[in-house]
């Protein structure tokens, strides 16, 4: 992909940066403290902590100084939403990310405590920590660094944090649509994404979408001795088992009809950077997976597998006896816990009954079968060519010394496309965060200084988007 | 199956049914108690339930008149030894028992609490009722009636219960192997087994013998996430479902080699049994199942498929999310909790070499695979043309006024064939479990009816061993 080309170099305000120096500690310190409230909104025992950490929000951001900020109740989870407006007559920037965090299993394989922040070899650890509080807590010290310097931040800002974006986002997506005026913006900013490493840093132009389903096979009416019934009892596991593998072979191809057509195909220079590879990024994710070769669709570049091409990947499965020792139970019945990664411009729903039918095609017989939609969201394919994210471009450059590359992410972002969608304005994804971040697993971390240098990039940013 | 012909009809000494009828409920108190242990073998957090329930049999076995009765520590949990030499001319019977029981999840399926034994429509409900607590029991009462009426039983008694036989029974297997002159017999008696129904008693002449075993499937060096890695990652969830319907097919045919040519041919009246099922056992295993059809192998009758040929089923899949809600995470590992019924014949350890083979050789691209084998017995198959077996039918048609059939159980026992290997005596295998016993499963019962006629069977049985 094309690198940025820039007439002169930006430099963030002496002042600012001045500021942002002294105060690292303390935004470290705040960074900590968020982490310590185990905001997992997928399980239900975390519900008031998930609460607790939007309250958190809510005072951090009436200390900085926004005249209006507000826990706004949800059916959901609460979400976080906050205005400053400085001048009419300029801009408004709308910031979203989230506050709930990943569940943190496998317990025993964190080298500390997911909700005890602690920090090593220059590296903040803690569930939450890159994904999506640290990244958050950047912006506030970007936003804070102006407030204090220059009495408010140079254009206004609109904020909206959520408490639900790791189970489906559902309270947000409703919000949004039901109060598209109070979020009307000219630019939609998402700190949640991250970069190529260290020395490269990227922006964000593509996400895939996201489908997450439950797939039930049921068999007999109650769970069976495998002495008294095994040869002749339907075995939900190993039904799930063959259907699994119908869906998806050894090749990596998704048996899902309809999918194969749908898939966009990508502009030729973007085509040529996922087969020349020229940041050895293939390299890189052998390493940071710890294997000697990848897995699926060996036919296509890796970095077009991760960008672009949808997934179907099994997370869980539930049912039987998964204790120590062993038990020869065959189950009643069994539930593999399943998600898609989808192409922009791919519907969850439609995928979504494709996925059924595919799922009933491929049921072995003596079963019944049932799909749960658990929820969905669209990818996003974003135009560099647009000032918003011509400018994030250059403040990336300034504070990286570096100029950033396009990247897609294979992650999901269903806001991002909502907000796209409905607000018809430059959506930019610029985060900090690392590949080797660990988000979604044991040893979730964030780099200090990418939070340092996140900072600054963010503090330049605003300071670029006012109308002079 | 042939049914036992008989000259005469045997009659239960009226003295010792009148004791057993005065007494049953006490009988029924003492089960009671002891089902209120729970002595879950394959858990550690029971390890002390399980010697408590050992205990309450030597005080039980003691309270009967056994001059000798004692607790045995093993590396595992411990056995219960008893004997009563009553006249050194007699034979002596062997009895095997277990009082340990399997796990009860899934827990809220119990109608009651799995341990506070609740008696509803003729049965009493609790984990281990029928497996095998209450089968011990009535063999207890049958030897307290004849310890009271004739001051002790009517030939030599040595019992032996152990406390893991759903945990792989390794310390009664060394036992055995070590002491088997403190287990000197003619003639052994397993009171373990179901009949098929209350209405048409049977005897069990043979059982499949059993492997365990787990596999393990290595990816990435540690859990990823769906959004980044999705599409070029291993996932050891969904390798082991490419590998587990490689290893079985809808069609059930288990696909290790060495096996097919390792199943033992039936004799044609047996094959005639399957073949027809005067008894209509097919139909009643649907209903027991609640399921229209079968799964399997179709082409082989449904009797022959539970008595005879081998199975390989997955109790359950670890590995990755599978709690409430949705975590699109790659695991770094996930295993397969497998067990195989075996033909008798043959040997765990050999099939355990062909099922690791037959793994390596299923498992796909890019994984690293472990296979361990957590333990195995070994099948048995009894002529019925032995004195010891034809007596146990006289007593059951004696009791149950309807001649038994002959049948094979798809359960296992391993202890049966080792007594047998090692022992070179009639092993007979007479219980009173019913099919919808729910053994394994939650509500697991056993018939106040079966309970009674039980300990008036073996009291009678135990009568026609005497010599003369």
């Known amino acids: 992909m094309a690198k940025f080309s820039f007439g002169e170099t930006m430099h963030l305000d002496d002042s600012l940066n001045t500021y942002l120096d002294a105060h690292f500690d303390t935004v470290v310190e705040d960074l900590r403290q968020w982490l310590h409230i185990p905001s997992i909104s997928t399980l239900p025992e975390h519900l008031g902590d998930v609460a607790e950490a939007a309250r958190w929000a809510v005072r951090r951001l009436t ?112 919000f949004v649509s039901d109060h598209l005026n109070l979020l009307a913006a000219d630019t939609v900013l998402i700190c949640d994404t991250h970069m190529v490493s260290a020395q490269q840093p990227s922006l964000i132009v593509g996400l895939r979408g996201i489908l997450c389903a439950e797939l039930t096979i049921r068999g007999a009416k109650s769970d069976l001795h495998s002495g008294g019934y095994g040869g002749i009892a339907p075995n939900p596991l190993h039904a799930l088992c063959l259907l699994l593998a119908r869906l998806k072979g050894e090749d990596g191809r998704i048996n899902i009809a309809p999918l194969a057509a749908r898939i966009p195909q990508a502009e030729p220079a973007e085509r040529r950077f996922w087969q020349e590879d020229p940041l050895d990024i293939t ?164 780099s200090l200084d990418q939070l340092k240098k996140g900072m600054k990039t963010i503090a330049l940013y605003l300071g670029l988007l006012r109308q002079r």
Chains 1, 2 share one sequence.
């Not at 299993?105 to 509080?133: C, H, M, N, V």
């Not at 000697?292 to 099994?314: A, K, S």
Request: charged share 20%; net charge negative.
């Open 63 to 174: 200390d900085i100084g926004f005249p209006e900020a507000a826990v706004v109740e949800t059916s959901g989870h609460p979400l976080v939403l906050a205005k400053w407006v400085v001048d009419p007559s300029q801009p408004t920037l709308l910031i979203y990310g989230h506050y709930d965090v990943q569940p943190v299993d496998p317990l025993d394989q964190w080298l500390s405590p997911p909700f005890e922040a602690t920090i090593r070899d220059g590296y903040i650890y803690g569930r939450g920590a890159s994904d999506d509080k640290g990244q958050i807590v950047l912006v506030l010290a970007a936003l804070e660094a102006w407030a204090k310097v220059a009495g408010g931040p140079p254009i206004n800002i609109t904020l909206l944090l959520e408490g639900e974006e790791e189970a489906g986002g559902e309270a947000v997506a409703r």
């Open 283 to 446: 390299k890189k994710l052998l390493e940071e997976m710890g294997v000697g070769e990848m897995v699926g669709e060996n036919e296509y570049p890796p970095l077009e597998r991760v960008g672009i091409r949808p997934t179907l990947e099994v997370h869980g499965i539930c049912g039987g006896f998964t204790g120590a020792g062993s038990k020869t139970v065959i189950p009643a019945e069994a539930t593999a816990k399943i998600s898609m990664r989808l192409s922009a411009g791919l519907d969850p729903e439609e995928v979504y009954s494709w996925l059924e039918e595919a799922a009933r095609a491929a049921l072995p017989r003596g079963y019944r079968l049932t799909v749960r939609n658990l929820h969905g969201g669209k990818g996003i394919s974003i135009s560099a060519d647009q000032a918003a994210i011509k400018a994030a471009g250059e403040a990336v450059a300034a504070i990286f010394a570096t100029r950033p590359v396009l990247m897609r992410e294979g992650g999901s972002i269903p806001i991002a496309a909502q907000l796209h969608e409905l607000l018809q304005v430059p959506v930019v994804l610029l985060g900090f965060g690392l590949p080797d971040d660990a988000v979604h697993a044991p040893n979730e971390r964030f």
